[in-house]
């Protein structure tokens, strides 16, 4: 069995919920306390035995590449300085070895990550959403990989969503399940309000063997009129077994404005470097409000 050492990051969506702000600026550079939200998403990759990492990016996103480049005049202004803890983090980014090929147009997620199919090649791999984090005691990915190994199939990860969320996501139709793996009959993308066949939403974490993109490289238009990965993840479910596995830990969905600030809020309370601070301002903040 071939292990899982790839991964895609597609992160060249416009980020259209986000506005203004991702008129110029990519929505995965938004900071969640100091670090960019694709920063803890490459991190989670790394820890979970990932070794190649190709970022899907497209117009106006350079700032992923740079953030991960080199900065020699910062570098030698924190040596001067002796900031020599500022230079670790700095330097922790720009260590990490990655790939970039660019989506011409924002297609859709399932066109992001066939542009990557010539760095893959006939490797099963991982995908990451650029705007999903995830926060678990064993990384996201990880637990993904594991079940992989046990079933040598697709794995997508997924989580309990409330009722009236259901039609924002991509949705399972379980049969059987096994601990927190399930078998799969259908993979829905965004089912209209009310005819979700149940609440197991898909969470931004995959693990693909190759031959998905032969359903990808179909580009066929879907939800919203995009090429979208849940349509090929569904046929690929037809030919090979494509498991839904509801895993462990606590998913942001960085990539909206409500989702951001929360992951801020509750990343900033988990900082010891922060969490008093914050807690005390928050309190202030809302009696302040209280006797206007
Ligand atoms: P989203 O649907 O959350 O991103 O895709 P979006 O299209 O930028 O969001 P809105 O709806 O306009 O606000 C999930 C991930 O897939 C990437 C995004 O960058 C994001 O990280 N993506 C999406 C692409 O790389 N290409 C696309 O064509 C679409």
Known sequence: MKTVKKAIIPAAGLGTRFLPVTKAMPKEMLPIVDKPTIQYIVEEAIESGIEDIIIVTGKGKRAIEDHFDH?????????????????????????????????????????????????????????????????????????????????????????????DETHRYGIVDPSTIEGR?????????????????????????????????????????????????????????????????DFEGKRYDVGEKLGFLRTNLEFALDNPEFAEDIEKMMKDMLLEKAKL
């Open 71 to 163: 900065n020699l005049e910062l570098e030698e202004n924190l040596v001067k300085k002796e900031k020599f803890d500022l230079l670790d983090k700095v330097n922790y980014a720009s260590n990490v070895d990655l790939h970039f090929i660019r989506q011409k147009e924002p297609k859709g997620l399932g066109h992001a990550v066939w542009c990557a199919r010539k760095f893959i090649g006939d490797d099963p791999f991982a995908v990451l959403l650029g705007d999903d984090i995830v926060k678990a005691e064993t990384p996201g990915l990880r637990q993904l990989i594991k079940q992989y190994e046990e079933t040598e199939s697709s794995v997508v990860g997924v989580q309990q969503v409330p009722d």
């Open 181 to 245: 793996r399930y078998q799969v009959n259908d993979f829905v993308e965004k089912p209209k309000q009310g005819t979700a066949p149940s609440n197991l939403a898909i969470m931004g974490r995959y693990v693909f063997t190759p031959e998905i993109f032969s359903y990808l490289e179909k580009h066929q238009i879907g939800a919203g009129g995009e090429i979208q990965l849940t349509d090929a993840i569904q046929q690929l479910n037809e030919l090979q077994k494509v498991y839904a596995y």
